[in-house]
């Protein structure tokens, strides 16, 4: 995301659902549960589509209760292997969080059964957002959390992204500013 105004935020959720369609983001963000900053301030905006359709419903965490949203916290514990607490994010592209998030969601987890996220999604809708992110499953020998994975550029994942934009008539990247994405386990 460019900025944490709460109007981007807002255009980045207006973004998602003109690519899903809002029946299909109802079905895949049924609830969204987020902490109290500012960036979330616009809460009618967020749930509801500039045509009034309800899209979404959304709770905020009460301030230090992180056990409020605990599957989130585990994906917060491997952006940190790789970004530790005081790194900034400005130096890195929609690519290089995209490579990140395949990552952590290509980790297999107990609690999924021995699954990773993206082998236990199967909502309907979710593909095509997932190809217009750039996000998809590594094989799980490949898998990377260390501080070298955004190390080194990786074109292949850039070539990736292109290809899936191009295939789903999605807009690149560069163009509506940086965002990060991910998939909370249930």
């Not at 809460?43 to 709770?59: H, M, N, P, S, V």
């Not at 965490?61 to 952006?79: F, G, M, R, T, V």
Request: proline share 4%; glycine share 6%; aromatic share 10%.
């Amino acid at each position: 995301m460019r900025d944490g105004k709460a109007a981007t935020v807002v255009e980045q959720f207006d973004y998602l659902t003109s690519f899903v369609g809002v029946e299909n983001f109802r079905k895949i963000f049924p609830v969204i549960l987020t902490d109290n900053g500012s960036e979330f301030k616009y809460t009618q905006e967020i749930e509801k589509t500039d045509r009034g359709e309800q899209r979404t419903r959304l709770f905020y965490c009460d301030p230090q209760a992180s056990w409020q949203k605990a599957q989130l916290e585990k994906n917060h514990e491997y952006i940190r292997y790789v970004l530790p607490k005081g790194k900034s994010f400005n130096p890195y592209t929609q690519e290089d969080i995209a490579l990140l998030l395949n990552n952590i969601n290509s980790t297999r987890r107990e609690k999924l059964g021995g699954k990773s996220p993206y082998e236990a999604e199967n909502r309907k809708g979710v593909e095509l957002l997932l190809e217009c992110l750039g996000l998809h499953s590594i094989p799980s020998d490949e898998v990377n959390l260390n501080p070298s994975l955004l190390k080194s550029k990786l074109t292949i994942l850039q070539a990736v992204t292109a290809k899936y934009c191009i295939k789903a008539g999605c807009v690149r990247f560069d163009k509506i500013g940086r965002q990060s994405v991910s998939f909370a386990v249930r």
